[in-house]
């Protein structure tokens, strides 16, 4: 019995240091994510930073009588790309929003377009349209995505792909005729009202 006893004994010390081990392994590992995370902050300060000098070039070039909208284009398109997925992802959004709303841009449906791509509200379709729907076209249908769709299977179904399939079409009717794009307006309005 005795032999058994220390038999189990030196199987239980073995398995307590491959365990410990484990720790110290699982320890240098969480170290490192540590220092990996210490140094994304960082990075992300920069981003925040380039993502702000490019929306300031973006609203001086759109302000500028030069008739060059290359040069807004790849600002806002740079915008997009050092805000998109960040942080500070939302407030960046937010920016355009405001300045959609607020501000007189002369290239508007660039700003439009940037705007979709960071997500705009997840209203893609609504948001490219906005222009020529009633004011609370956008809060009827919001509400109708989380108070219905949001609540059933096939709705956070549809909801998932419209999110997938919206930045494109809200991109493709963007570049339609202005007569075009309010006709869709009136239409996506009666929508909204009768849902």
């Known amino acids: 019995q005795r032999s058994s006893l220390e038999a189990q004994l030196s199987a239980r ?20 994510a540590a220092k990996a995370l210490s140094a994304c902050k960082k990075d992300i300060a920069e981003l925040l930073l380039l993502s702000g000098v490019f929306w300031d070039l973006a609203k001086i070039h759109d302000q500028s009588s030069k008739k060059d909208a290359t040069k807004l284009r790849y600002y806002l398109d740079r915008f997009v790309v050092f805000s998109k997925g960040m942080p500070f992802h939302h407030v960046s959004s937010e920016l355009i929003r405001k300045y959609l709303v607020n501000g007189t841009p002369r290239h508007r449906k660039d700003f439009k377009d940037a705007h979709i791509r960071l997500g705009g509200g997840k209203c893609f379709i609504a948001t490219a349209l906005e222009d020529y729907c009633e004011p609370d076209t956008l809060t009827l249908l919001r509400r109708y995505r989380d108070e219905r769709l949001l609540k059933s299977v096939s709705g956070r179904g549809f909801v998932r792909g419209y999110y997938k399939v919206g930045p494109i079409v809200a991109r493709a009717i963007l570049r339609l ?19």
């Open 13 to 32: 010390s073995e398995e307590a240091k491959r365990l410990a081990g484990e720790i110290a392994a699982k320890k240098s590992e969480a170290e490192e």
């Open 177 to 195: 005729p202005e007569w075009m794009q309010i006709k869709m307006a009136r239409i996506l309005v009666r929508l909204s009202r009768s849902l």
